[in-house]
C-alpha cells in the first residue's frame, strides 16, 4: 500500500493556493474506472479519503493490481512528462473524495514559477520511485515464490 505526504503539504501558502486553482473536489463510486493504461492523462488527483488500485493491462487476461493508494496519495505522475499517456490505469475499491487537479493548467504554473515546478516535479518523481519500487518488489515475489522451495534445495 502506498501513501504519501501530500503535495499540498510540500508547497508554501501562496504556491498552494496557486494549485488549489487548479482543481475541484471529485467523487468515484466504488468501481468506477478513474482512467485506463495508454490513455490520455490530463489530470491527477490527490487522494482525500477512499481506496483506489492501480493496475497494469495484461493481454487475454484480467488487469493485474500492482498498487493500492488511500488518502494523502498522489493518484497519477505520467501527466507531468510527454507524450502525457497512463502507464497504468486506475478503480476506486471503496467511495473515493479526491481533488482532481487540471494537468496543463498545473504544468503552465509550474513553467511560470520555478519553485512551485521544482516542487512538483520532486514530489512526483518521489512518488513514481517509491511506485517502481513497489511494482518491482511484487515482480519479485511472483517470479520467486513458486520456485522458492527449488531455489532453497539448491542452495543447500
Known sequence: MTTTRTLLDELPPEARARLLECSRPVRFAPG????????????????????????????????????????????GCSWIVPPYLWHLGATAVTDVRALEFD????RELCADDPSVG?????????????????????????????????LLSHAR
Open 32 to 75: 468506477a474506472r478513474i482512467f485506463r493504461q495508454r490513455r490520455r492523462a490530463d489530470r491527477f488527483w490527490i487522494v482525500e479519503a477512499g481506496r483506489v488500485e492501480l493496475d497494469v493491462h495484461v493481454p487475454g487476461h484480467r488487469d493485474a493490481a500492482v498498487d493500492t493508494l488511500t488518502g494523502g496519495a498522489l493518484l
Open 103 to 106: 494537468a496543463p493548467a498545473v
Open 118 to 150: 521544482e516542487t512538483v516535479f520532486a514530489c512526483v518523481a518521489a512518488t513514481m520511485a517509491r511506485r517502481l519500487l513497489a511494482v518491482r518488489g511484487r515482480l519479485l515475489d511472483g517470479l520467486v515464490s513458486p520456485h522458492a522451495p527449488e
